[in-house]
T-cell receptor, first 115, second 110 residues
Framework: EPEVTQTPSHQVTQMGQEVILRCVPISNHLYFYWYRQILGQKVEFLVSFYNNEISEKSEIFDDQFSVERPDGSNFTLKIRSTKLEDSAMYFC?????????????FGDGTRLSIL | KQEVTQIPAALSVPEGENLVLNCSFTDSAIYNLQWFRQDPGKGLTSLLLIQSSQREQTSGRLNASLDKSSGRSTLYIAASQPGDSATYLCAVREANNLFFGTGTRLTVIP
């Protein structure tokens, strides 16, 4: 079964540095998402992306965050100047079809540790 | 703002027992509700999706129900197995994003 893949599985970065998290969604999917999960807390929505633009973002997704689909296969999340509180698991998800009742398929996540 | 709550936070049962996990949400204007499984250090595996117009969905030993008007869903697991041990998350969909609960950590004891 097709999968969403995320790299790296674990990223350790110094505070203030830029980090890019990478995702390869399922190949024919059109809708892309990033979520994060701080240790012990809920999974939280960050941003959704369709047709090369952000369709919705949460209040967490401030100016330090950006997303990009640089080519036909990758979907990236960039954090410009990382803070300690950015330490979390970051999940990428994709969805194939338009419609309210199509499930989102999630990757295994990238654990981001800010030192 | 939508709030999703799951009770209990943790549950241990002996193998073979049937069990029910609960999920409640505050805003009934949802498109659908999804149950996920999360294994330690892993991503989210979708188990069942119930559309807002549906009352239940079944997949194998899993049955999920939805009462949208009261803001509740249950996940019923029949004849539990040690391999069912994981954290179970429910999430409701509004517009473009999912609102997740904090999960129920299930341990099935052999």
């Amino acid at each position: 079964e097709p999968e969403v893949t995320q790299t790296p599985s674990h990223q350790v970065t110094q505070m203030g540095q830029e980090v890019i998290l990478r995702c390869v969604p399922i190949s024919n999917h059109l809708y892309f998402y990033w979520y994060r999960q701080i240790l012990g807390q809920k999974v939280e929505f960050l941003v959704s992306f369709y047709n090369n633009e952000i369709s919705e973002k949460s209040e967490i997704f401030d100016d330090q965050f950006s997303v990009e689909r640089p080519d036909g296969s990758n979907f990236t999340l960039k954090i410009r100047s990382t803070k300690l509180e950015d330490s979390a698991m970051y999940f990428c998800a994709s969805k194939g079809e338009q419609g309210r009742n199509q499930p989102q398929h999630f990757g295994d996540g990238t654990r981001l540790s800010i030192l | 703002k939508q709030e999703v709550t799951q009770i209990p936070a943790a549950l241990s049962v002996p193998e073979g027992e049937n069990l029910v996990l609960n999920c409640s949400f505050t805003d009934s204007a949802i498109y659908n509700l999804q149950w996920f499984r999360q294994d330690p250090g892993k991503g989210l595996t979708s188990l069942l999706l119930i559309q807002s117009s549906q009352r239940e969905q079944t997949s194998g030993r899993l049955n999920a129900s939805l009462d949208k008007s009261s803001g509740r869903s249950t996940l019923y697991i029949a004849a539990s197995q040690p391999g069912d041990s994981a954290t179970y998350l429910c999430a409701v969909r509004e517009a473009n994003n999912l609102f997740f609960g904090t999960g129920t950590r299930l341990t099935v004891i052999p």
